[in-house]
Every structure is written in C-alpha cells, then in structure tokens.
C-alpha cells in the first residue's frame, strides 16, 4: 500500500475497532445480551467500515475476522460463517478463525463444515482442550459418536477438570446409550439437553457451543 493508503486503511480500521472492542463474543468474556437498536445501528457501521478496510487492503484477514464476529453477535450465523470462510481462505494456520468458523457452522446445522473447521483447529493446537472439546462437539452433533467420544478423550486428556469436556462426554454417553439421535443443531442441543439434565446445563457451555465467550 502506498502511504497514504496506509494511513486511511489504519483510520477506519482503528475506529472499526474502537467500536467493537467491548461488544462482540470473546474468548472469557459471559454472555452477552443482544444489542439495542443504538449498538445495532453502531455494530452495522463497524462493518461498513472493515470492508471499507478491506477496499484498500483486501487480504487483511483480521477485518474479516472482526466482520464475522459482528455478525455473530448480531445472531446472524450464516453471514458470520462465511467472513470466517474468507479470513480461513487467507490465513488457514489460525485456530481462532477456525473455531468461529466451525461454531457457526454448529449453529446452522452445516456438519461437514463444522467438522472441517473443528479439525483444522484442533491440528494446529493438538493439546488445547477446549479445541478437542468443539470438534467432539461437532462430531456429536452429526451423529458420528465414536468419534465424538475419540475426541472427547483427548479433551479430557489434556484438562481433566475441563467443566465443557465432561458435559460434552455426559451428552455423548447419554445419546450412545439411548440410541436416539442427537439434535442438528447447538441450539437445539443444549435446549434438549436443558430439559433433559435436572438443574440445567452450566451456563459457561452455552456461552462456548454459541460462540459468545
């Protein structure tokens, strides 16, 4: 980019940013409530301007990252997943495009890609926990609960006391002992699991499975 290019795509990039720093799903961070018109209205003009961002810088993947994340906070899933698809296409080595990528997918009830993007994740961070514990989740979703379970165990492999890894083996024991086949979709999942479990699902699997922590 020429400087001046350079200084335009940081302007509006920054205060894309500046936006939505303290309202879109991060990792740790609860629940979030859906957005009022107000933050709606500001969210949408964060969008407006990554892609403004991305006219002058178009593999600035990060923008893509931050657009699918608005979305996603906007409960918009499919437009989410495909700026994940995007950002993916750009820079495939990063776990955390992969992740968002397979939770949205997990949402719309698109199984192939949410185990795709699981997987992709899980290779590049093998031991992380909580990556193993979205692909067993993508897995039982589609039904295929060998592997679910496969992956479960590498979860708790690598953090025993993982709250998320032993709800997810509750599901998958619970569904391999029934016979009856889990619902498509996180949504539903956890809704059914709500019903089932006395005393509910820990609020903290919700908040990962719908991609807002």
Known sequence: MKPQELTEHNLVFQEALTIVKEEIPLQGRVKMPRPDLMMTHKLRHSIALFEQALKINPHNWSAMWFIGKVHQRLGESQKALAWFERAYDINPS????S??????AMETGLHSKAI???NCAAEVEPTNAGLQANLALAYLL?????DAQKSVDCALAANPSDAISQTI???IQHFTSNRRIPPATTSALLDYWHRKRAGGLPSRLRDVALGKE
């Open 142 to 146: 589609s039904g295929r609960l060998p």
């Open 99 to 104: 992740r968002e990528a397979s939770l949205c």
């Open 116 to 118: 795709f993007f699981a």
């Open 94 to 97: 990063q776990p955390d495009i």
């Open 169 to 171: 083996q509750r599901m």
